[in-house]
């Protein structure tokens, strides 16, 4: 997630084969998050996501994240969120039906969407709801009478309020045969993930949302289908449905295909400058720190991080941080400051922009130094990923 100028610059010297190889070679390392103090445990992650060093692995954590949404302001213990993003993390690169069986009854998850005390006579839906609709087979592919049944057999699950460890009530569980999605038996939780994870509508709508976390864009039907189809013949296993978007006919083609959000703009941003601070408010600020999604749905993935507001905050962070400590040390060549950037192709309109500053006469070089690093971290390419 971090712009890595000496990396690419290594990478581009070999075939893109080889880049993909090393691309998949991080393995990541899960670590422990910190129990407790919720700003201790977002700080944490910020400094393993933004580390020079971090790849694949780190992005996958964050993607599932996004995908697998919950917010802090829900949950009632700091452990439940160090647990449940331990959780991210140990299946990032594993198996997409582990992590979901883990996530369904992660004790974070249980309270950010009612699933916690839910019991079989009068469940909660909210938890069977989000389950079809944003984590498995997407808006459209469910029923009103699917969420109703699957709301009972999700139900039984409880968190202890003194060791907040989740808990599987069965007097509150509903313990008979019911008809889920045209198929009669005792479901209980895990066979519901399992049916959901068995549906091709599942391995196409995740599919096609890691393709656009990847490449941009979205795939059309058919390739969204025949994607899907792919990834569940290796049984969800995430690894190789990575290493397929990479080797993808079209992934070689994707250039500024969708916009940075905001996690992306402060890694480009901090990648770029050499900075290590890991201030959450920096995040917030440009309307993505973790475990604080807008909706239950998760953060934008369309062109609203472009819109006015964004980019203001985007534009106040590039010129207020810590300006003199970072621009000035630094060479203000335009080819210096534009592969520190990740800048690479350029329209005719920013060349122009770049160019201007090198014929102003009026301003000294270290001004020209501190304009070119604003004008390249709030230029559109670097909006874009």
């Known amino acids: 997630m971090v712009v890595d100028s000496d990396l690419i610059s290594t990478l581009s010297q070999g075939s893109y084969d080889d880049a993909i190889k090393h691309v998949l070679s991080d393995e990541g390392e899960v670590g422990r998050p910190p129990q407790e103090g919720r700003k201790e445990i977002f700080q944490w992650w910020i400094e393993r996501m933004m580390a020079p060093s971090s790849g694949l692995y780190e992005r996958m954590v964050w993607f599932w994240h996004t995908h697998l949404t ?4 829900s949950v009632n213990a700091d452990v439940l969120i160090s647990r ?15 992590l979901l069986q883990g996530f369904v009854i992660d004790g974070a998850l249980l309270q950010y969407l009612n699933g916690a005390g839910s019991q079989a006579s009068n469940p909660n839906e909210n938890l069977a709801r989000e389950l079809m ?25 409880v968190i202890d309020k003194d060791t907040k460890e989740v808990q ?3 007097e509150r569980a509903f313990i008979s045969p019911i008809m889920f999605r045209g198929i009669q038996d005792n479901f209980d939780t895990a066979m519901i993930v399992d049916q959901l994870c068995d549906d091709l509508a599942t391995a196409s709508f995740v599919s096609n949302k890691l393709w656009h976390h990847l490449a941009g ?10 994607l899907g189809k792919w990834w569940q013949k290796q049984d969800l296993e995430i690894l190789p449905l990575v290493e397929r978007i990479l080797r993808h006919d079209k992934f ?25 601070t890991n201030d959450i408010n920096h995040l917030r600020s440009l309307g993505q720190l973790m475990f604080e999604p807008p909706t239950v749905a998760g953060w934008p993935t369309d062109n609203r991080w472009l819109e006015p507001g964004s980019m203001l905050s985007r534009g106040s962070l590039a010129f207020g941080i810590n300006q ?29 922009a770049f160019n201007l500053v090198g014929l102003n006469s009026e301003m000294d070089d270290q001004a020209k130094a501190f304009t070119r690093w604003r004008l390249a971290l709030t230029c559109p390419e670097f909006q874009m990923t």
């Not at 979205?218 to 390739?223: A, F, I, K, R, T």
């Not at 203000?332 to 329209?347: F, P």
């Open 70 to 73: 919950t917010n802090h302001s």
């Open 84 to 98: 449940q993003l331990e959780l991210l993390r140990t299946h990032a690169l594993g198996n997409f039906r582990d």
């Open 133 to 157: 609709e944003l984590f498995t087979v997407g808006i459209g592919n469910h029923t009103e009478e699917d969420i109703k049944v699957a709301a009972r057999a999700l139900a039984g699950w």
């Open 168 to 170: 599987f009530k069965h």
């Open 217 to 226: 864009g979205w795939l059309g039907e058919h390739d969204s289908i025949a």
């Open 252 to 276: 070689e083609e994707t250039h500024y295909s969708r916009p940075r959000t905001g996690v992306e703009f402060y890694g480009a941003l901090r990648g770029s400058l050499g900075i290590s």
């Open 324 to 352: 003199k400590d970072y621009y000035e040390p630094m060479p203000g060549d335009v080819d210096h400051v534009l592969d520190r950037c990740g800048l690479y192709q350029l329209s005719p309109t920013t060349m122009e």
